[in-house]
């Protein structure tokens, strides 16, 4: 194949792909009326079109979880996942680059690094049992995964001890011997064993049932790599490659007076400054300073977080983006790309549109080629002053064992 010129790999390449896939799940509410979830349909979720105005569990937790694990089909076997082992990380990195996600088109395709699924897997009070792999018996590969981490959420007025499910998957050989619902099954079984029944989980597909729908939005930061390499989704509206440079041309320098990296010393001001802004949300995380800590304070190529400090010394305004990196497949030039994604932003002395442009410039001086944010929050206020374009990607956001009202995206 690599006799062949660029352009026919990658068609070649496309094609193997969707072929690959098989019938794919719905991505909206009219493909998902008209489809049978034969798993959830199981399960303690809201049934597709009800809607509640009650808030509470849909079954009671039991007295005593399930005691052994569920079977696993022929030939696989269960395995806890010890995340310090370096060689272990290795593989769950492996299995997620090759199998977790990528482009419809097949031609970009994510690429976690150890540094990053450690601080998503690992914040603090983890726990090893709710890193749940599924190895095959004979050569002892990993094929699936599913994981879990502590989570405290305000939903409405309640507040709820629950876990968030992260990083499913499988192996793209075995997606037809139904691997995923065992993998559900045998988590929550993990979960409940310590005493929690609910969780919240996201996911591009429409399931039973959405709480809450965002969108994407991205704004283009190194627009000529990102045209090179045919960013999916890239709306440039026809314009020519000089016009949208000058369009997407960003300021050199940023213009909020204090502005700075986060330290240490900042983590009880920003703990205050997001207690206070995420109340304001209808579903929204209950944060420690310890959880501060862990998602908000500066790794190397994982997490950025910036403050403003006022005059007198009070933090006043705090933003931060994470990164997820990409592999370019089938690219004479471009192997890479590094997205930034928005985690939280809270602002009460500056302009959200200011601090957010502020941001935008030093995720380019950083090297990031993409912005990416939800309309989730008061995001709506800057996206399209700030040139950012909505994406085709929707991001659902769904509870487990628990019903309420829908919640608007502004809300979240």
């Known amino acids: 194949m690599d006799s062949l010129p660029e352009k026919k790999q990658q068609e070649i390449?496309?094609?193997?792909?969707?072929?690959?896939?098989?019938?794919?799940?719905?991505?909206?509410?009219?493909?998902?009326?008209?489809?049978?979830?034969?798993?959830?349909?199981?399960?303690?979720?809201?049934?597709?079109?009800?809607s509640t105005g009650t808030h509470g569990p849909i079954v009671e937790g039991e007295a005593s979880a399930r005691k052994e694990p569920y079977s696993l089909p022929q030939?696989?076997?269960?395995?806890?996942?010890?995340?310090?082992?370096?060689?272990?990380?290795?593989?769950?990195?492996?299995?997620?680059?090759?199998?977790?996600?990528?482009?419809?088109?097949?031609?970009?395709?994510?690429?976690?690094?150890?540094?990053?699924l450690q601080w998503a897997l690992q914040p603090p009070n983890w726990l090893a049992q709710w890193h749940c792999g599924v190895r095959v018996d004979t050569n002892n590969k990993l094929v699936g995964f599913i994981a879990a981490v502590p989570a405290d959420v305000r939903i409405y007025e309640m507040e709820k001890q629950m876990v968030q499910v992260k990083f499913l998957c499988v192996h793209k050989k075995l997606r037809l011997k139904r691997m995923t619902p065992v993998l559900i099954r045998?988590?929550?079984?993990?979960?409940?064993?310590?005493g929690l029944y609910q969780a919240v989980y996201t996911a591009d597909i429409v399931l039973p049932t959405p709480l809450s729908s965002c969108r994407y939005w991205q704004r283009p930061l190194n627009l000529r790599k990102l045209t090179e390499v045919s960013y999916p989704g890239l709306r440039q509206n026809m314009m020519?490659?000089?016009?949208?440079?000058k369009f997407n041309r960003l300021p050199e320098?940023?213009?909020?007076?204090?502005l700075r990296p986060v330290t240490e010393e900042d983590v009880?001001?920003?703990?205050?400054?997001?207690?206070?802004?995420?109340?304001?949300?209808?579903?929204?995380?209950?944060?420690?300073?310890?959880?501060?800590?862990?998602?908000?304070?500066?790794?190397?190529?994982?997490i950025d977080t910036y403050v403003v400090e006022g005059d007198d010394g009070t933090l006043t305004d705090v933003v931060s983006f994470y990164s997820v990196s990409s592999r370019v497949l089938n690219h004479p030039v471009h192997t890479g790309l590094r997205a930034a994604h928005l985690l939280y932003i809270a602002s009460t002395a500056t302009d959200p549109v200011n601090l957010m442009e502020d941001t935008l410039v030093l995720a380019k001086s950083k090297g990031f080629d993409i912005?990416?944010?939800?309309d989730v929050m008061d995001n709506k206020s800057f996206l399209?002053?700030?040139?950012?374009?909505?994406n085709d990607t929707s991001l659902h956001y769904y509870l487990y064992n628990w019903m309420c009202p829908n919640v608007s995206p502004d809300k979240v």
């Open 240 to 245: 020519n490659l000089q016009r949208a440079l």
């Open 13 to 50: 390449q496309k094609a193997l792909h969707l072929f690959s896939l098989g019938p794919s799940l719905p991505k909206t509410l009219q493909q998902a009326k008209k489809h049978t979830y034969r798993f959830w349909d199981t399960q303690p979720v809201p049934r597709l079109g009800d």
């Open 253 to 258: 320098v940023t213009k909020t007076p204090g």
């Open 186 to 194: 045998e988590l929550t079984r993990r979960v409940n064993q310590q």
């Open 75 to 116: 030939g696989f076997s269960w395995d806890t996942l010890d995340l310090s082992s370096p060689t272990v990380l290795r593989e769950l990195c492996t299995l997620l680059n090759e199998n977790y996600m990528e482009e419809d088109d097949n031609t970009i395709r994510f690429d976690f690094s150890l540094e990053y």
């Open 371 to 374: 912005f990416s944010a939800l």
């Open 268 to 302: 009880a001001g920003i703990w205050s400054l997001l207690q206070a802004n995420l109340r304001r949300f209808h579903l929204s995380p209950i944060l420690s300073l310890q959880e501060v800590e862990h998602w908000l304070l500066p790794r190397e190529n994982v």
């Open 384 to 390: 399209e002053k700030l040139k950012f374009s909505m």
